[in-house]
């Protein structure tokens, strides 16, 4: 039988859950070719969301092309447009003679070389001259416009993980030349989406900054227990096995609505039930997530500093007054200085997420794993 929850890839079809309104305005925004800014933390759903607004969109207005491209791992300027050209180029045709002859003609000076590395999948290698490339980036940043003309279509690039920009040398140039060439374009349009808040916000709410006001902004919220309760009991109906609603909503709050974990809590939970779920298969299937996770929480946990941990245990334990002397000392955060530096170092990290002033962990299992069995040992001595 498939096994009707996903995760470490986009859910999409039955496996895709509300965000109705989210869809609504980002379709909207494909369609007008406006730009769209997707900000959430990790295994929020920003790729599944902007898959789905894509297929809604291609189902009626047929010009419409995606290229996706991810920004995972790329470091500098240079990687960003040898990835950005070979993704482009490779939305254009299945043939590889039609793709080396739009690079030819469209990357012009700083084209070098393309190559067939398999037939099969079509997968090709594209040199680039760098030099030339960093004297005309425009070559690459017009590439989707262009090739948009070309071929008689709409063009929406879709780029994941863009808070890697802000890491490359001299990034406000670059913002700037991003903004210059991409704002021109009427054929093509930009779905910026990533995970650190706190970066992108700087890039595209701040002013000063290049890339102020360059799109319209989501942030995406995790999905609610109302639209989750019936996921999952569907999911399960589908799949010939039960759940009540109680126990779906077990799911929902042990995996604190964070969708990729309530897809994960939920496909332990259906494998373990051989017709119909309860709280005690739940509750079995949760710990042994916590397990499985370990080393990757102890990992974690080692590159933290000693203080940025005692703050995580102080947050654990509901303390919200870190600048008071009594919480300074009985976790040793030091000064009330530090706090403003510890809280920037974890959110950096992506640990742990403030809004309106309040701080949560960013990841509910790995606040459990920390309670549960990394705090333990250390109770006694911090309620000393
Ligand atoms: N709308 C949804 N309905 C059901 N499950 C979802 C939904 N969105 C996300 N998920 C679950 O969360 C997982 C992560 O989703 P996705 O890859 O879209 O997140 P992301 O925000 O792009 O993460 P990252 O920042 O790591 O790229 C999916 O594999 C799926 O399990
Ligand atoms: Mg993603």
Redesign the pocket.
């Known amino acids: 039988m498939k096994i009707p ?7 999409l079809e039955e ?5 109705k309104e989210e869809i609504h305005q980002i379709v909207q925004n494909f369609k007008s070719l406006s730009n769209t800014i997707l900000i ?13 607004a894509a297929e809604i969109s291609i189902k009626t207005e047929h010009d419409l092309k995606f290229c996706f491209v ?1 920004l ?1 791992g790329i470091k500098n300027e240079e990687e960003f447009y040898n990835t950005v050209a070979k993704e482009l180029l490779r939305i254009v045709s299945t043939e590889f003679e039609v793709i080396r002859g739009i690079a030819k003609k469209y990357l012009g000076k700083i084209f070098l070389k393309i190559k067939l590395i398999s037939d099969s999948t079509n997968e090709f290698s594209l040199l680039l001259d760098m030099e030339e490339t960093n004297k005309f980036p425009e070559e690459i940043l017009n590439l989707a416009e262009n090739i948009a003309i070309e071929n008689n279509k709409r063009i929406i690039v879709c780029i ?2 863009f808070q890697n920009i802000s890491g490359f040398a001299d990034t406000i140039s670059f913002q700037q030349k991003l903004k210059s060439v991409w704002q021109s374009h009427k054929n093509a349009a930009y779905c910026l ?3 650190n808040r706190f970066i992108l916000s700087e890039l595209f709410e701040t002013q000063e900054m290049p890339l102020y006001g360059f799109g319209d902004i989501i942030l ?1 919220e995790k ?1 609610k227990t109302e639209e989750w309760i019936p ?1 999952l009991i569907g999911r399960f109906v589908n799949t010939g096995k039960s759940i009540d609603k109680n126990s779906a909503e077990l799911i929902v709050r042990l995996a604190e609505n ?7 809590l939920a496909q332990q939970s259906w494998l373990r039930s051989p017709y119909i779920c309860n709280e005690q298969i739940i509750g079995d299937a949760y710990e042994s997530i916590l397990l499985q996770k370990s080393l990757l929480f102890q990992n974690i946990t080692a590159r933290l500093s000693d203080t940025q941990v005692y703050f995580l245990n102080a947050l654990i334990s509901g303390t919200d007054k870190f600048n008071s002397q009594k919480v300074l000392l009985k976790y040793k955060l030091g000064t009330s200085g530090n706090i403003t530096k510890i809280k920037k170092a974890l959110v950096e990290k992506e640990i742990i997420d403030i809004q309106s002033g309040k701080i949560s962990f960013l990841d509910p299992f790995y606040k459990a794993w920390l309670a549960k069995y990394y705090f333990l040992e250390y109770t006694n001595e911090f309620s000393a």
């Open positions: 929850f996903v995760f470490g890839k986009p859910a496996n895709f859950a509300d965000r959430s933390p990790r295994g929020w759903g920003k790729s599944s969301l902007m898959k789905k991810s995972n994941e993980d989406s990533g995970s995406l999905i996921f964070h969708p990729q974990y309530v897809q994960i």
